[in-house]
């Protein structure tokens, strides 16, 4: 009887999301997007029209995001602290591969995450993707090793800083040109397709890549480690 | 095959996942299966999104060469690129959340099959 | 070229049900990451190079790995 109804349901849902299919008809983008199109280069100086999209013209939507992000990682920490019941796991050591590999790979996958934020306004990347590739280095490091633990104090330091940084440059852009994360007048405009242009807009990637790849590392962590008692090496859990 | 233009092939593999995610999110009784409907369920809305505000014949939105800057009107329009970005990240937020409560779940009962969760005390 | 398209959503739209019909999780979790992969390949072609590497990174890269975890720490003890 209920898988009755679920198919019901389904082809009820199936028919009301075939109708969109006529919609799909390619169409001119919109007034506001051919703005966007028209005058991006003369505003921003960057060349992924995506990037700009993301930081200046709709920047606050990203400060959300970020925030957004941050409530879901403390969620998860909050869910997982450490009680009876919430057991610790038997780790085995893991191979010689990995912990060789870990460790040669560790430090080119960070440097490789570091150059996709940095360059976030000339070619398809920046503070997201480049935040993963560094979280998925750290979680190398962590299954290579299975009792390290990440420090902390350091990692909520650096989160805690790049969060701070970015609605202070937003700030800033309130105080020299009258709207909160403007792009004109605070940092020069630089000339188009070079690597210190954009105003701030590379300034605020690499803040929000770093605040990106922290908080993916510590919610990697938590989610393998926590309930597990262990001895630390800096900073308090 | 004849008026099969990409858009349509897309927009009916965005339909055919939203439809089997959910799907499997209704028949499952595992926990676990049911956050992974979720997750199919959020792929297929993100491919609607993006394939919506996509043409083809147009090229991606990055300006970085001479004649691609002189006429921008051959570019696809970047806003619902950026929603959808904001969308994946968002994603992985909520599923994380949603697993840690299901690890949380399985430590206090030691099962995974939803109907044991009827009652709204722990 | 539209080919290679029909065939990478026919490999989507598979391994979707495949990911919803198997009794193991670890491999219901590895397709939901095969899924992830194949539609970051749509997004390139449709021309959204910024979308496609985030998919690939997040959804085909973090988010299975999130999946193993949880798999892990909810496997009942044998003995």
């Given at each position: 009887m209920k898988h009755v109804f679920s198919l019901v349901l389904l082809l009820v849902m199936g028919g009301m999301l075939?109708?969109?299919?006529p919609l799909g008809q390619p169409t001119e983008p919109g007034e506001v997007a051919s703005h966007y199109i028209q005058h991006g280069i003369e505003e921003n100086r960057g060349a992924n029209l995506v990037t700009s999209v993301i930081v200046n013209y709709r920047g606050f939507d990203t400060l959300g995001e970020v925030t957004v992000l941050f409530l879901s990682v403390a969620g998860a920490g909050f869910v997982l602290r450490r009680r009876e019941g919430l057991e610790p796991q038997v780790a085995r050591p893991s191979s010689e591969i990995l912990q060789t590999g870990a460790r040669m790979l560790f430090a080119p996958l960070i440097v490789f995450g570091a150059y996709i934020f940095v360059h976030g306004h000339l070619s398809p990347g920046g503070g997201f993707q480049g935040g993963a590739v560094v979280a998925s280095a750290v979680m190398l490091l962590l299954?290579?090793?299975?009792?390290?633990?990440l420090p902390?104090?350091?990692?909520?330091?650096?989160?805690?800083?790049?969060g701070l940084a970015f609605v202070l440059v937003g700030l800033a852009g309130?105080?020299?040109?009258?709207?909160?994360?403007?792009?004109?007048?605070?940092?020069?405009?630089?000339?188009?397709?070079?690597?210190?242009?954009?105003?701030v807009i590379p300034v605020i990637y690499i803040l929000v890549g770093l605040k990106v790849g922290t908080e993916l590392s510590v919610l990697l962590e938590t989610m393998m480690n926590s309930g597990r008692p262990a001895e630390h090496t800096g900073g308090e859990k | 095959?004849?008026?099969?233009?990409?858009?349509?092939?897309?927009?009916?593999?965005?339909?055919?996942?939203?439809?089997?995610?959910?799907?499997?999110?209704l028949v499952r009784r595992n926990l676990l299966k049911m956050v992974l409907g979720f997750a199919l369920v959020d792929t297929g809305i993100h491919l609607l999104i993006a394939t919506l505000g996509s043409s083809p014949g147009k090229s991606a939105p990055i300006l970085n060469t001479a004649e691609l800057a002189a006429d921008p009107g051959l570019v696809v329009d970047p806003v619902p690129q950026a929603l959808?970005?904001?969308a994946i990240v968002?994603?992985?937020?909520?599923?994380?959340?949603?697993?840690?409560?299901?690890?949380?779940?399985?430590?206090?009962?030691?099962?995974?099959?939803?109907?044991?969760?009827g009652r709204l005390k722990w | 070229m539209i080919y290679l398209d029909l065939l990478i959503c026919?490999?989507?739209?598979?391994?979707?049900?495949?990911?919803?019909?198997?009794?193991?999780?670890?491999?219901?979790?590895?397709?939901v990451g095969v899924v992830s992969l194949m539609v970051s390949y749509l997004f390139l072609r449709m021309g959204a190079p910024d979308v496609a590497m985030t998919e690939a990174a997040i959804g085909a890269g973090l988010s299975t790995l999130i999946f193993l975890i949880a798999i892990r720490r909810t496997e009942e003890e044998e003995g």
């Open positions: 075939w109708n969109l299919i299954l290579a090793d299975r009792d390290h633990r902390h104090g350091f990692m909520s330091l650096l989160e805690s800083f790049a309130l105080l020299v040109a009258g709207s909160f994360l403007s792009n004109q007048g605070v940092l020069p405009l630089g000339t188009w397709n070079r690597l210190f242009s954009g105003g | 095959m004849n008026n099969l233009t990409p858009s349509t092939l897309y927009l009916a593999t965005a339909i055919a996942l939203i439809v089997v995610g959910f799907a499997g999110l959808v970005l904001t968002i994603g992985l937020g909520v599923t994380a959340l949603m697993l840690a409560y299901v690890v949380r779940l399985f430590a206090l009962k030691k099962t995974l099959d939803v109907s044991e969760f | 026919l490999v989507t739209v598979l391994a979707g049900v495949a990911a919803m019909r198997s009794q193991n999780l670890v491999s219901a979790a590895v397709m």
